[in-house]
């Protein structure tokens, strides 16, 4: 659609404009431009400008549109609203028009909205106008429809006017109650707005998942968020983790067909309402502000607290908390009048990619790393990124001399999104991804369905250094006031060339080196004779055995007396523990089949490293007559005796296994005080043994 030279002077143009105060004779291009970056952003999936610049250029087109009507042209942006309509999911209108949020960047344009309130709602300026401050949710926008307390229907978005019928999928979220007791407020239909988002959390977690199984990774929550929604199969979206957050009553009408929307009174109060029918909401105290400016100081402290935060955010939504003067506001053709966006800062970022290292992990895996020109972002200086692997900078057409666009979102690690293909000069270097080790030049190899190159040569330098630092490290021997420059110094002295030289260091030597005194000598002395003593599922753990973590080394650990018997362990024995599957039982199993590892283990005992199984390694024993063996267990509310992580220990201890959700399977459910949703399903379910936190240490104590 556009040529090379067309979208370099279009990137140029747009630069201007984000730079002077647009004028009327501007209004041209920058229809023009907006129309190209929407085409960048909606077609081809590859925006140029970050959303904060694109909402700029929109808001400069809007406010020149106010000021002179008579420019509009049927085409400008302002004209017609985004849609994200797919052939696969039938269409739905919305009960109410789905509008999307004015939006506004400071304080100046938060008095302008509070002024045009006033006016409409003819309010003077001394006259009390409560607002609601709530996050700003960055994920896929979802509406349910409730009729007769049942969920009837849930959509997306859409155009706003017309949504994609998602009820399949929204029905497999925990979040969204299939029933709620709306006729108890004399409400017989209602449509909810809200947001299905994904904890960065999770959102981390499922990144690294399809990291390891090769998969293309999500840019940020929303992208994994609204994919979740639009899932084929909607167990999918279940799978995903998306929960949903209601934040709106945008339609509610009586069995007789009246608006009862008034009977809420304030925003405030419909939250509440939606909490108690078992919604999940954002309600916080302080929310409700008593003037613009406390509404500003509120946005302002979820911008400064937004990494805090569980779930991403991109801004706040100042609202009049009144449901009268929302009426009373109306809305614009696009807009509510009523109810604005606070954005906030971008964390995205250009910069330029300057060189690529690479970097070889404990297991031989080399991850490319680019060096960029440093550049702020959200907050802190950004200069080196991971490129994950191979197929990452394959897939991303990544070059050196590249600008490139960054983002933080979901997590505090920086990711790079994108190259800027249409700032390319021509002298872009493709990256050429080695194939022999930068350490010790042995030719790279790949396991089929992982996504790493990984050297091969057990001995390699890197590689072993990577292990030592592992083996040390909290996770692994816990080994205090050793460190990073220390492990390579003792390397390259030639006093550590396998794990067991850390147990026999000539400290003699090492205190005549510099920086070494006596005092950090005995230190360093002590912490290794500590660490001899760990339990063995440490041990097992710091051999930096590929696939074998900590999770699975506790169960090996549990079943043996002593580590050397793994010499004669067959793969099946490994398999034969519950949760370990056969690519742990075949790296283990590898492992303790060479004599070169049996050898280290060895030594390492002679130096008094701890081979035996200890009273730390054999599991939790569950008394025959234990009261709740075999039970699965699930508590909810808030308990007064005890806190929930010792409840959960205390049951354990009692034979039950604890468990994260009311289904068939549970057996019981302790009630502690404020249960919810969780109390309703159990109650519903009918096969569940409800308990009070009383009755459960009754019974625990019996
Ligand atoms: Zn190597």
């Known amino acids: 659609m556009y040529d090379k030279a067309t979208e370099i002077e279009f990137v140029k143009k747009t630069q201007t404009l984000l730079k002077k105060n647009t004028l009327k004779e501007d209004y041209d291009n920058l229809v023009q431009s907006l129309q190209y970056h929407e085409w960048k952003y909606y077609v081809q999936n590859s925006p140029v400008l970050s959303d904060f610049d694109f909402d700029t250029l929109f808001k400069k087109l809007e406010h020149l549109e106010l000021q002179y009507p008579e420019l509009v042209v049927a085409d400008s942006p302002t004209q017609r609203v985004s849609s994200d309509l797919s052939p696969d999911f039938p269409a739905v209108a919305h009960l109410n028009p789905m509008l999307s949020l004015a939006n506004s960047y400071n304080g100046d344009d938060l008095q302008e909205f509070d002024k045009q309130i006033r006016k409409i709602c003819l309010l003077d300026d001394q006259a009390p106008l409560d607002y609601f401050v709530e996050p700003k949710y960055d994920g896929g926008s979802i509406a349910l429809v409730y009729e007769n307390d049942q969920l009837l229907r849930a959509a997306t978005r859409g155009n706003g006017a017309k949504g994609e019928e998602m009820t ?10 299939l029933k709620a007791n709306f006729s108890k407020y004399g409400i017989y239909k209602v449509e909810l707005r809200g947001e299905a988002v994904i904890a960065k959390k999770r959102f981390h977690k499922i990144n690294e998942e399809r990291e390891k199984e090769g998969l293309a990774l999500f840019a940020n929550p929303r992208n994994a968020a609204t994919g979740g929604l639009r899932m084929k199969d909607a167990n999918e979206s279940r799978k995903r983790g998306l929960e949903v957050f209601i934040f709106q009553i945008a339609y509610a009408v009586d069995a007789q067909g009246q608006n009862i929307l008034p009977n809420l009174e304030s925003h405030k109060k419909t939250i509440e309402l939606l909490q108690e029918l078992g919604f999940k909401v954002s309600l916080k105290k302080e929310q409700v502000c008593k003037n613009i400016n406390a509404a500003l100081k509120a946005c302002n402290d979820w911008e400064r607290d937004r990494e805090k935060f569980d779930y991403e955010i991109d801004g706040a939504v100042v609202k009049v908390d009144s449901i009268a003067l929302q009426t009373k506001s109306g809305s614009t053709q696009h807009h509510p009048r009523w109810a604005i966006a606070f954005k906030f800062k971008a964390k995205q970022a250009h910069t330029q990619l300057e060189e ?17 020109t440093p550049v702020q972002l959200a907050g802190v200086t950004v200069s080196s990124i991971s490129l994950h692997n191979a197929d990452f900078i394959k897939q991303k057409d990544l070059r050196v001399g590249d600008t490139v666009v960054i983002e933080r979102a979901g997590d505090v690690i920086p990711y790079v999104v994108k190259s800027l293909e249409e700032m390319r000069s021509g002298k872009e270097v493709p990256i050429d991804f080695p194939t022999t080790c930068p350490s010790c030049s042995s030719t790279l190899a790949k396991e089929k369905d992982e996504a790493a190159w990984r050297c091969p040569n057990y001995d390699c330098k890197a590689q072993f250094l990577q292990r030592l630092i592992y083996h040390i490290s909290k996770d692994a021997m816990n080994i205090d006031g050793f460190g990073k420059s220390n492990v390579e110094t003792f390397y390259d002295k030639g006093w550590i060339s396998d794990l067991s030289d850390i147990y026999n260091l000539d400290y003699d030597c090492i205190s005549n080196l510099e920086g070494f005194g006596s005092r950090s000598v005995e230190k360093l002395k002590s912490a290794i004779d500590k660490a001899k003593s760990n339990p063995i599922h440490r041990l097992l753990n710091s051999l930096s055995i590929h696939h074998l973590g900590r999770k699975a080394s506790k169960l090996i650990a549990q079943e043996i007396n002593h580590v050397l018997e793994l010499k004669n362990w067959k793969e099946e024995q490994y398999t034969d523990i519950k949760d370990i599957g056969p690519v742990v039982a075949q790296n283990v199993s590898a492992y303790f089949s060479d004599d070169k590892h049996i050898a280290v283990l060895e030594k390492m005992e002679s130096y008094g490293v701890n081979l035996q199984q200890t009273e730390l390694d054999k599991p939790k024993q569950v008394r025959a007559d234990a009261p709740l063996i075999g039970k699965t267990i699930l508590f909810t509310g808030s308990l007064q005796t005890m806190s929930r992580k010792v ?12 468990i994260s959700a009311v289904s068939s399977k549970l057996d019981i459910l302790v009630v502690g005080e404020k249960a919810g949703s969780k109390l309703k399903k159990a109650q519903a379910l009918g096969t569940v043994e409800i308990m009070t936190e009383e009755a459960f240490n009754q019974l625990v104590n019996s």
Do not use: M
């Not at 399949?168 to 109650?177: D, E, F, G, S, W």
């Not at 297991?363 to 790393?369: E, I, S, Y």
């Not at 409840?647 to 604890?658: C, I, V």
């Open 356 to 372: 690529v290292e690479y970097q070889i992990g404990k297991t031989g895996a080399l991850t490319p790393v680019a060096k960029v």
């Open 647 to 658: 409840a959960q220990a205390t049951a354990e201890e009692a034979g039950a296994k604890n």
């Open 168 to 177: 399949a999928n929204a029905k497999t979220l925990p979040t969204v109650p």
